[in-house]
């Protein structure tokens, strides 16, 4: 096993206290051995602690752990993140997670309902409505700075939202907040546009660039990992932000110390690592309070469309 860095500091720094002792004493550096011992010894740190802070934690023995994943992003990239989180959760925890996500959001919020899901990724109307209907716990927030698109060919006659009416508008699934919000927004603008729900963002995008829709929705964050050349031959019609960030929920049979295991684990990350969300923060009790006031309206909405789906 490799040394700790703190366990090389530590020796680094006993030999520069001898090595100062030495230069106080005779005024200069006398002992050579001992110098070349301390350049040695630091040479060895530098090459050895990058390696060393990348050490798996030791753990005796892996706490198994199942991570519920919105179904609103591709199979592939979905499983290309779980991978990257991993590699750094086995670096700061001795939690292992297994990611399973659903292949409509219903399916997914049953499946958090009866247990499936230890921790589970939640939009905020869904976060909201699991906490107050199944006694679900927030962990943290995934702070995720997006907005939800209308988004056209480059191409397009549209100049507002206003002209969809009579035309197509892709959607992801009816109980993502995106759709539910999208459905609202044009509803008050008295717009009566065709809806078609895809599975994923870009399953929607692809039925946009093939003609099959006129208009998509999409979250900020999505339409941004479009490749620049593609993304040249679309608009953005119209944006409006999301009121609240998502929420990493913990299951009501998961122990507070995995709770609190998790949170540390996921809070150490650095900002911007390449995940699905900038970052993770806590959740105070006037934090909570705001997402449900923010949610009063979707939640009620996505009560409805569960009961109708």
């Not at 699934?173 to 044009?186: F, K, N, Q, T, W």
């Not at 895809?198 to 964050?221: G, K, M």
């Amino acid at each position: 096993m490799l040394p700790t860095p703190r366990c090389i500091y530590g020796v680094v720094r006993r030999l520069f206290r001898r090595l100062r002792s030495s230069i106080v004493a005779y005024g200069c550096l006398t002992d050579l051995a001992l110098m070349r011992q301390c350049l040695l010894t630091l040479l060895l740190f530098l090459a050895i602690a990058p390696a060393a802070a990348q050490s798996p934690k030791q753990c005796p023995e892996g706490t198994d752990v199942s991570f519920g994943m919105v179904p609103a992003t591709s199979a592939s990239i979905t499983s290309l993140w779980s991978k990257k989180i991993n590699r750094q959760m086995k670096l700061r925890s001795c939690l292992q997670l297994s990611f399973a996500s659903a292949s409509t959001f219903r399916r997914y919020i049953e499946n958090a309902q009866q247990g499936q899901y230890d921790f589970l990724a939640a939009p905020a109307h869904i976060a909201s409505y699991l906490i107050a209907s199944a006694s679900f716990t927030p962990v943290a927030f995934l702070v995720w700075e997006s907005s939800y698109l209308y988004v056209v060919r480059a191409g397009s006659p549209f100049n507002a939202i206003e002209q969809l009416s009579a035309h197509t508008l892709a959607l992801p699934d009816p109980l993502a907040e995106a759709s539910i919000r999208a459905h609202a927004d044009l509803s008050d603008r008295q717009v009566l546009a065709n809806y078609s729900h895809y599975q994923s963002y870009s399953l929607a995008i692809r039925a946009l660039f093939s003609n099959e829709v006129d208009a998509a929705v999409v979250l900020s964050p999505f339409y941004n990992r479009i490749p620049r050349l593609r993304q040249g031959s679309l608009r953005v019609l119209h944006s409006a932000p999301f009121p609240s960030h998502g929420l990493l929920l913990a299951a009501p049979h998961t122990e507070v110390q995995q709770r609190q295991e998790m949170f540390d684990a996921l809070a150490s990350f650095e900002p911007g690592a390449g995940f699905f969300w900038q970052s993770f923060a806590p959740v105070s009790d006037r934090q909570l309070t705001a997402l449900h006031r923010s949610q009063q309206d979707s939640v009620p909405a996505l009560k409805g469309l569960i009961d109708a789906y």
